[in-house]
């Protein structure tokens, strides 16, 4: 199956510093990529929807300031967590959507862990 | 957007069948039934999909009755390594942002 890659797997950080995660479709086009964030224990949550081009959706409560996303072209998607401060420490999941349409078709990153010290 | 039940967790021992059912009573007419597995720390892995009656991949089977409001995976003589969190989502093509439930723990036990 298609195949999603994240980037960092782990990364952790000073409080106040910004951190980028990059999200590639290796083998596909995805002109719409989903970031979700996962607390321990708990079930994803959509933060925003990402489009090709265009400014990302993003959720309610979601500060659209703080958590940039760019996607630039059709295979990168990048979640910059601005200021990042510990209560910013989460599992960060990106999902792609392959061409053939279909919600079977959400392809998923291995996730990224933030951890802000 | 549909939203879902599952039991919280699940445990049974290697070699048995296991069958998570998840209701879904508000499933619109033209929605899909997907399950997910997750491992700690990594993302979802896509499992199986349906939309009625019974498909049947490599991995497990989906049993969808008619009236689509609930739905069972059946995994197939588990192993330990089939110890995951389950996830059961509803949503029709197009619809991406699906409402991810808390998903059903399950624990194989030796």
């Known amino acids: 199956g298609a195949v999603v890659s994240q980037h960092p797997s782990r990364v952790i950080c000073k409080s106040g510093t910004s951190v980028k995660i990059e999200c590639r479709s290796l083998d596909f086009q995805a002109t719409t990529m989903f970031w979700y964030r996962q607390f321990p224990k708990q079930s994803l949550m959509l933060m925003a929807t990402s489009n090709e081009g265009s400014k990302a959706t993003y959720e309610q409560g979601v500060e659209k300031d703080k958590f940039l996303i760019n996607h630039a072209s059709l295979t990168l998607s990048t979640l910059t967590v601005t200021s990042a401060h510990p209560e910013d420490s989460s599992f960060y999941i990106c999902s792609a959507r392959g061409a053939s349409g279909g919600i079977g078709e959400l392809f998923f990153g291995e996730g990224s862990r933030l951890t802000v010290l | 957007l549909a939203k879902t039940t599952q039991p919280i967790s699940m445990d049974s021992y290697e070699g048995q069948e296991v069958n998570i059912t998840c209701s879904h009573n508000?499933?619109?007419?033209?929605?899909?039934i997907t399950w997910y597995q997750q491992f700690p720390s990594q993302g979802p892995r896509f499992i199986i999909q349906?939309?009625?009656?019974?498909v049947t991949n490599e991995v497990a089977s989906l049993f969808i009755p008619a009236d689509r409001k609930s739905s069972t995976l059946s995994l197939p003589r588990v192993s330990l390594s089939d110890t995951a969190v389950y996830y059961c989502l509803v949503g029709g093509p197009g619809n991406y942002q699906l409402i991810w439930g808390a998903g059903t723990k399950l624990i194989i036990k030796p």
């Open positions: 349906g939309y009625k009656t019974k």
């Open positions: 508000n499933i619109a007419t033209n929605d899909y």
